[in-house]
């Protein structure tokens, strides 16, 4: 495989450590990162020690005092240089993604084209971090509220999405006055570097303190560290439900602040009016994206009885078109799993499926041979079950789409749809208005994202991306999420020679 994106993005040399964001942080430990497409070994990656961790919290604390005072429509333009840099690394970032993480080429580059894009969010809302003027009952006198920065911003990413969920939250807390310490996920640690490392020359070139942004590398004990720090305001973390817990548990103790994207489990309802053919493209891509490694994947399709016959040969015709293979070639629909460890648990959950008494309608398989020397590609597969099977619960980050039939009106499989722990994406295909209206309405999904003939893959940066119930609660990207990122403060200015004491209170001597 030709490699010269590494080249481009400044990867082929040993990590000295001016690339985490604050210069001499070295380490003895080296993290080796080895790609699923081919298994070849990537690069090795400096290991974050302690010391090296307190040195960059140190240099984050006093980078924050100055970065905080720098007015938000320049740290705005600092933001609109670094979509500029992006634009000119775009293929080689999108190919490193594709490579070290075994997505498909186009979600690489669409990844970067993401970051890019909340690059240019970022650089309108620098001037419109508004509040609000209220009136007060007090005469002569004014009260409005308004938002401050909150200081260090630590980001806990996962290896699915390797650059786009940092950009999310970093560019949008860099504008809001934050400095951010970045914890990549330990399987994609290239990703992190690279994207570092463009920064850091836009950061240089318009002299801003080392320590605005940095990143530290390790593995989960490392993400304790900021859990467990209070100089760390607000820890974003997206990854497991499990994970989050422990996140999230961890930050309450200390009062901190948290921002959680945790599990999916997301469906798909088929009414007896949808147009079978956006349910079969919303449905495949949803399913095998990132082979099946979103979260928002469709894990569930559940369809009415009376178009269902028609829906699953429709979806086991084109399953079977499905070509598996590198991800950076055009050509392939799908590429591998993370790693030997997620063939694991897609194993399992088939296994589970199986025992639990599902019916298989597309088996999987791990794929052998010259194309699949890694030992991460597996067979997406087709499973009729039942929402109430201990499997389908579960979200099991792999290719495998459970087949779920309903009857009746459509509450019933809204009923279906929420019965799940997690909370996060949901979409309805119909020609119904009604079912629509329904769906969206406030006894429907209960999901904090809610589709009306798309699936429930591909979100775009406008509108706030998080969800509901064991999803976290948590809010990233558009709309008001800026929100999380910075205190509110509410302030009341008296400009008359009185001191009149709100409700009416007095207290004369």
């Known amino acids: ?12 040399a040993k990590n000295e450590g001016t690339w985490t964001g604050v210069r001499s942080i070295k380490s003895e430990k080296y993290i080796e990162s080895y790609s699923p497409v081919d298994g070849k070994l990537i690069g090795s990656v400096s290991e974050t020690t302690r010391e090296g961790y307190e040195t960059v919290i140190a240099k984050a604390q006093e980078a924050f005092k100055t970065w905080r005072l720098i007015p938000a429509p320049k740290r705005g333009e600092i933001v609109r240089q670094y979509g500029e840099e992006l634009r000119k690394y775009k293929e080689p970032l999108g190919q490193l993604v594709s490579y070290e993480m075994g997505k498909s080429l186009q979600e690489g580059m669409g990844e970067v084209q993401e970051m890019i894009d909340i690059c240019d969010f970022a650089v309108g809302l620098s001037r419109q971090l508004y509040g609000l003027t209220m ?41 809001c006055g934050d400095v ?6 330990e399987k994609v640690p290239l990703c992190a570097i690279a994207c570092q490392n463009i920064l850091h020359k836009v950061l240089e070139a318009n002299n801003v303190p080392e320590g605005v942004s940095c990143i530290i590398t390790g593995d989960y004990k490392v993400g304790e560290w900021m859990t467990h720090d209070p100089r760390v305001a607000l820890v974003s973390a997206t990854g497991s439900t499990r994970m989050g817990k422990i996140v999230g548990a961890a930050v309450a103790e200390r009062l901190g602040k948290s921002l959680l994207e945790l599990g999916g489990n997301n469906a798909i309802i088929v009414t007896p009016t949808a147009d079978l053919n956006l349910v079969l493209i919303g449905a495949l891509f949803g399913a095998v994206g990132t082979c099946g490694q979103r979260c928002t994947s469709t894990r569930r399709l559940i ?45 399992n959950a088939l296994k589970a499926a199986k025992e639990q008494g599902a019916n298989v309608l597309i088996d999987g398989e791990v794929l052998s041979g010259p194309a699949y020397e890694s030992g991460c590609y597996v067979k997406p597969c087709i499973v009729e079950g039942r929402n109430d099977m201990a499997i389908v619960q579960h979200e099991t980050f792999a290719p495998i789409l459970y087949l779920i039939k309903y009857s009746g009106e459509v509450e019933n499989a809204i009923a279906l749809q929420n019965g799940v722990p997690q909370g996060l994406s949901s979409a309805i295909m119909t020609n119904s208005l009604r079912d629509a209206e329904r769906f969206l309405s406030g006894a429907g999904s209960d999901c904090g994202i809610a589709n009306v003939n798309i699936g429930t893959s591909g979100a775009e940066i406008g509108g706030a991306f998080g969800g509901e119930k064991e999803t976290g609660g948590g809010r990233e990207s558009g709309s008001d999420a800026w929100k999380a990122y910075m205190r509110r403060q509410t302030n009341t200015i008296n400009y008359s020679l009185d001191l009149p004491l709100a409700q009416g209170i007095k207290f004369d001597l």
């Open 1 to 12: 495989m030709n490699t010269s994106f590494l080249e481009k993005l400044g990867l082929l």
């Open 135 to 175: 009136q007060s009952e007090r005469a002569h006198h004014r009260m409005y509220e308004q938002w401050h920065p909150l200081g260090i911003v630590g980001i806990i990413s996962a290896f699915n999405f390797p650059v786009a969920v940092w950009s999310w939250n970093s560019m949008i807390a860099l504008v």
């Open 180 to 185: 951010c310490v970045w914890k990549g996920s």
């Open 303 to 347: 369809v009415h009885e009376d178009v269902y016959e028609e829906v699953k040969n429709k979806l086991v015709s084109a399953y079977g078109q499905l070509r598996v293979g590198d991800p950076l070639d055009a050509h392939n629909h799908v590429g591998p799993l993370i790693d030997k460890q997620a063939v694991d648990n897609y194993l």
